[in-house]
């Protein structure tokens, strides 16, 4: 039964004063109301379900929200079929199937209403309504917040969905609203959603947050368009748009998003101006699909909070970024597949963990007077078909500043690389490209790299004060011409070089003598006039290395095999072929840099090597921080051992078992590559435990099938141990006084062999303990013999640990 009553006032003449009153019911006042009376509802809960059909007032007392209450047991509470004013209710809905406010007709007023219910949808408008709600609050964990369709629209102001089960605003079926000044907060679905041809939303000022799914999700030839309003906290994407979606966001905030920040794609199309995207998990603006593009103009994508690019074109999609900040990022630009392109012109890309912009799988990418500073790689064109131009645009503090690898064929044109920390352009792996006009200022390594088989083409290119060089090319250069350097790099002896020099047409290193290919300094030259040893004095040398006597046979039948090899070569004979590269097994301390170091030079003394020397490196000079450096290192390593050999040190750790998203496959990867595009330049050795190497070689086929042989080197016993300690001995012009080299076996025989124990090295390191303390007995007798400063006791070796 209703609580209260409901007055009824007449604004009409007089002949209607009969209907002024109270009512016990609101059916009972609506019956006897006419257009433009007003019906006063006392406090209560009313359990009826109301339809306006006239163009009445129907408040509640004003300032008491939430005293009147209209709360039927089911159906609609409140219908609103004509131009009425409702204001200062309580609706209350139970029924799953129906709305708690319904308005289809007219261009009613509704106004500081508080919609609490578990309904299908809080306030619904459909058909021909045109309402304005202002200072409304729905709550509606049931269902939909506020649901617009089948062509209705409407201005809702100052308006609050605080929770929905649902979307908080749904948008559909033709309908277009315009919301001022709205808040949409808690619900389960979209924030704001728009779906289906002619349906449109314009958004002002509106804030969108702690939302479950998208904050705003426009579908299926929808549009919309947000002024200055907020997207934040959801749980899914900020932003999307799917199938034919038109959006456009102006002076908007998109941010603290887990996922993509903006999503788009199956030929939606996007307009962002002025407006910030920024703390993303994803991506901060993710474009997919042919016809799917978006034009972003003076807005700012920064502060990533996860490991992705800030903007990602793929598939088929367009990016255009005019006038735009990108910083504070793991990668600035990805732009991938046959068909993407991103146009980006007068921006700024700052403070990239990675690259700047990436472009691959045939995609194209143009920049036109952008600044790029403080990122890794500033651009990085991947593979054949990708391309594209840069133009006008200057990269400050990089680590490298152009890559261009596989195929890719980029223009570069009056670009400036300034200070990288590696090089400023480098092609490698048969990249392309055109650099017209670039200049390198400042590098940490050379200017230009380019190594061989990359058919890239340079006019009017200039380096000053590259720490390496100002252009480094492979045999099969590029075509230069009309480049020049500041670099001097002449040969000693050569006369004093003029300040400037122009290379046109070399192949060779231009920044020492133009146009000629400069002749490769050894990395360790011995004294003038020596002589290279023969490969019996290198075996002799083997020889006499204290054990290793399984090295010393594999050795030696590898060297008996390259050189009758030789010999029938000579002979007109086909020769085996003998594969050269080698793995190393053992314990730290067993001779591998040793046996390395002599296998190269008898290697050199067959001819089978330029050289010989010895290039020593491991992880740390390999693998490199950040996308593309990983790659210049290893190039830049295998360079060096050009001639002679690459020893790579506890080669397993370019393969952790937990290897995530670790680059040491990269170093794998160009290592694979360049020893077989250059069989015969360079002897690779991977070398390090033995476990860990049989692991690395079993997860890396690649690898494996480029190595003739693994060589094993075993422990030291003590009695071998003690005889390096004699040589020791021998060579500092020490002995061993009586006693001490059986101190010295049983020392060597209780010495822990952990993991720390160092083989050779122990023995090393337990005569250099024994030298130490033989200092410190004698140096305190008043008048020391030859012997006294000769003899080792065994006194004086070291504890044990």
């Not at 102006?250 to 703390?279: F, G, K, Y």
Request: negative net charge; proline residues 4%; charged residues 25%.
């Amino acid at each position: 039964m209703a609580q209260g009553t409901v007055q009824v006032t007449h604004t009409g003449t007089s002949r209607w004063r009969r209907r002024t009153g109270e009512y016990a019911s609101l059916a009972a006042a609506l019956e006897a109301a006419a257009d433009g009376d007003v019906l006063t509802v006392a406090p209560g809960t009313y359990r009826e379900n109301l339809v306006l059909r006239r163009a009445v007032t129907l408040r509640g007392p004003e300032g008491s929200a939430g005293s009147v209450r209209i709360a039927p047991l089911d159906g609609v509470p409140l219908t609103v079929r004509a131009s009425a004013t409702v204001q200062d209710l309580q609706l209350e809905g139970q029924d799953a199937a129906a709305p708690a406010l319904l308005i289809e007709d007219g261009a009613p007023e509704l106004c500081d209403l508080r919609v609490v219910t578990r309904s299908a949808v809080g306030i619904e408008v459909r058909g021909a309504a045109r309402p304005t709600v202002r200072r409304c609050t729905v709550d509606n964990p049931g269902g939909v917040g506020i649901g617009v369709l089948d062509g209705a629209g409407g201005l809702f102001e100052e308006c609050e969905v605080v929770a929905a089960g649902q979307s908080g605003v749904s948008v559909r079926a033709g309908a277009h609203p315009r919301l001022e000044r709205c808040r949409v907060h808690h619900a389960s679905g979209a924030g704001l959603s728009v779906t289906g041809e002619g349906s449109g939303l314009e958004a002002l000022g509106c804030e969108v947050y702690e939302i479950k799914g998208a904050g705003v999700q426009i579908a299926a030839r929808a549009t919309a368009h947000l002024t200055d309003c907020t997207v934040h906290r959801t749980s899914a994407d900020g932003v999307t748009l799917d199938t034919d979606a038109v959006l456009t966001l102006a002076d908007c905030d998109i941010h603290d998003i887990p996922e993509n920040a903006v999503d788009l794609r199956s030929r939606s199309v996007l307009t962002l101006t002025r407006s910030a995207v920024r703390s993303f998990g994803r991506n901060g603006l993710s474009v997919w699909d042919p016809g799917t593009r978006v034009d972003a103009n003076q807005c700012e994508i920064h502060d990533s909070t996860g490991d992705y690019p800030a903007v990602w074109v793929s598939d088929g999609a367009t990016a255009v970024l005019e006038a735009c900040r990108v910083h504070d990022v793991p990668d600035a630009l990805f732009v991938l597949d046959r068909g993407s392109r991103a146009d980006v012109v007068d921006s700024d890309i700052s403070q990239v963990r990675n690259t700047a912009v990436s472009v691959s799988d045939g995609a194209t990418a143009q920049l036109d007077d952008c600044r790029i500073r403080e990122v890794s790689t500033g651009a990085w064109f991947r593979d054949h078909g990708s391309g594209g131009t840069l133009a006008n645009c200057t990269i400050d503090a990089a680590q490298t500043g152009v890559i261009v690898t596989k195929g890719a064929d980029p223009r570069i044109e009056r670009c400036t690389v300034t200070a990288p920390a590696e090089a400023g352009f480098y092609v490698s792996a048969e990249g392309r490209g055109t650099f017209h006009g670039c200049r390198v200022t400042g590098s940490g390594g050379y200017g230009f790299h380019v190594v061989d088989g990359c058919r890239t083409t340079l006019t009017r290119c200039r380096t000053e004060r590259c720490a390496r060089g100002g252009y480094e090319f492979g045999e099969d250069g590029p075509v230069s011409e009309d480049c020049t350097s500041d670099e001097s790099g002449v040969r000693p002896g050569s006369p004093e070089p003029p300040a400037v020099q122009t290379a046109t047409q070399t192949m060779g290193l231009l920044s020492t003598v133009p146009g000629q290919r400069p002749t490769e300094a050894p990395a360790a030259p011995g004294p003038v006039g020596e002589a290279a040893r023969s490969s019996q004095d290198v075996l002799g040398e083997l020889d006499a290395l204290v054990g290793l006597e399984s090295v010393k046979r594999e050795v030696r039948a590898l060297t008996d095999m390259i050189e009758v090899g030789r010999k029938r070569q000579r002979a007109g004979l086909k020769a085996a072929s003998v594969r050269r590269h080698l793995v190393f097994t053992g314990s730290p301390g067993t001779g591998k840099t040793t046996v390395a170091r002599l296998y190269g030079e008898i290697l050199a003394s067959l001819g089978v090597l330029e050289r010989g020397h010895l290039v020593e490196v491991s992880r740390v000079d390999l693998v490199g921080e950040h996308i593309g450096s990983t790659a210049i290192r290893t190039q830049e390593a295998f360079d060096r051992a050009r001639g002679g050999v690459l020893f790579i040190d506890e080669a397993y750790a370019l393969s952790p078992e937990d290897s995530g998203r670790d680059f040491g496959r990269e170093a794998i990867d160009t290592l694979v590559k360049l020893m077989e595009d250059h069989r015969e330049a360079v002897v690779v050795i991977v070398a390090g435990y033995t476990a860990e190497m049989e692991r690395f070689l079993r997860v890396n086929p690649g690898v494996a099938s480029r190595f003739s042989r693994t060589i094993t080197f075993s422990d030291y016993d003590p009695d071998e141990l003690l005889r390096i300690v004699e040589q020791q001995a021998e060579e500092h012009e020490y002995r061993l006084g009586g006693g001490t080299a059986e101190a010295l076996l049983k020392y060597f025989t209780a010495l822990p062999k952990g993991p720390a124990f160092g083989n050779g090295r122990t023995a090393r390191q337990t005569f250099e303990s024994m030298v130490e303390r033989h200092a410190g007995r004698v140096a305190q007798f008043a008048d020391a013999s030859p012997d006294d400063l000769s003899l080792l006791y065994a006194d004086d070796l070291p504890e044990l640990p």
